[in-house]
């Protein structure tokens, strides 16, 4: 019986890892910094070099080990192979074959949003649930889409980029992407402060967020919260956005639950009534019995916990 099992979240600044038991308590995590000199042709040799070091210190032997799962920023198919990773360097890889060479175990890969989302699925806010999807509001915004507890098909490994869903055809500023009015532009922490400082530009109405220097997401929802006018407002465009790609998503998919998480989604409560508010009125067809929408709960936590899942059928 295999006892162990690691959880590896690879970011642009560094890779996340966590020992777990095959039951799912967290045993242990730590970070290593990510090289991305030479195109990234360091990364998997130090995450193998880290995972040995943990088996070593913790005198966990190879046999004891059900595998890996690995999380990677890029579209990544069923059989580990990711075609880019624009912020690691990576191209035409298959980060999954290489990691089980250099360590003579299973590994599995996945995009790095559907695995949180598996993680959320497993031990956080969707815990409980079989068919969950995930929306990360961060710098930018990520998706993951969670079926009968696994990871959604993806053919070309686009499944669940759901930030760059269209929502305003006519929005004439231009996404990460190249497309115009997706989600992203919106529903981001950048996106939060684009819609304040519309409002606020064109706009006399008096609002505590024309005193600051800078402004934050965090600054727009404070600001909410205190009932400043044109803020509120804010929220409510940001809202609206996401509540509508949230219907989209659940008169498609009918999932048991979303996940909200990302750094916006430290907004709490507010931002959960407000994405439920236009949810409801979107998708009305559903009638009383909608998905909820909740609070993710392992916060960057998440990948690691998704990592390791994947490799536990």
């Known amino acids: 019986m295999k006892k162990y099992c690691f959880?590896?979240?690879?970011?642009?600044?560094?890779?996340?890892?966590?020992?777990?038991?095959?039951?799912?308590?967290?045993?242990?995590?730590?970070?290593?910094?990510?090289?991305k000199e030479d195109g990234g042709a360091y990364i998997l040799n130090d995450v193998a070099a880290s995972v040995e070091a943990k088996l070593a210190e913790k005198n966990i032997a190879k046999e004891d080990v059900a595998g890996a799962g690995i999380g990677v920023p890029g579209p990544t198919l069923d059989t580990g192979y990711v075609s880019i990773c624009v912020n690691l360097g990576w191209?035409?890889?298959?980060?999954?074959?290489?990691?089980?060479?250099?360590?003579?175990?299973?590994?599995?890969?996945?995009?790095?949003?559907?695995?949180?989302?598996?993680?959320?699925?497993?031990?956080?806010?969707?815990?409980?649930?079989?068919?969950v999807v995930l929306l990360t509001l961060g710098t930018g915004v990520g998706g993951g889409i969670i079926i009968n507890g696994e990871i959604a098909p993806s053919h070309r490994g686009v499944g669940g980029e759901l930030g760059h869903i269209t929502v305003n055809p006519d929005e004439e500023a231009t996404c990460n992407c190249g497309n115009h009015g997706c989600l992203e532009q919106y529903a981001s922490a950048t996106g939060v402060v684009r819609i304040a400082k519309k409002l606020l530009a064109a706009s006399k109405e008096e609002s505590s967020l024309r005193t600051l220097e800078t402004v934050t997401a965090k600054d727009v929802f404070d600001a909410a919260k205190a009932g400043d006018h044109l803020a509120v407002e804010a929220v409510e465009?940001?809202?609206?956005?996401?509540?509508?790609?949230?219907?989209?998503?659940?008169?498609?998919?009918?999932?048991?639950?979303?996940?909200?998480?990302?750094?916006?989604?430290?907004?709490?409560?507010?931002?959960?009534?407000?994405?439920?508010?236009?949810?409801?009125?979107?998708?009305?067809?559903?009638?009383?019995?909608?998905?909820?929408?909740?609070?993710a709960k392992l916060g960057n936590d998440a990948g690691i916990y998704g990592a390791a899942r994947m490799v536990l059928k």
Not at 19 to 35: N, Q, V
Not at 106 to 131: H, I, R, S, T
Request: proline fraction near 3%; charged fraction near 25%; aromatic fraction near 6%.
């Open 7 to 35: 959880g590896i979240d690879v970011g642009g600044t560094t890779v996340k890892m966590g020992l777990f038991t095959t039951e799912g308590e967290l045993l242990d995590k730590w970070e290593i910094p990510t090289r």
């Open 91 to 131: 191209k035409d890889k298959n980060p999954a074959n290489e990691l089980s060479e250099l360590l003579s175990i299973p590994v599995k890969a996945g995009n790095d949003a559907n695995v949180a989302a598996l993680g959320e699925m497993w031990k956080g806010g969707g815990e409980g649930y079989l068919d």
């Open 237 to 295: 465009v940001l809202g609206k956005y996401l509540g509508l790609v949230v219907a989209n998503v659940a008169l498609t998919v009918d999932p048991d639950v979303f996940v909200i998480g990302g750094g916006v989604s430290k907004a709490g409560q507010v931002l959960i009534d407000v994405i439920t508010k236009y949810y409801h009125k979107f998708a009305k067809i559903i009638g009383d019995n909608k998905a909820k929408v909740v609070l």
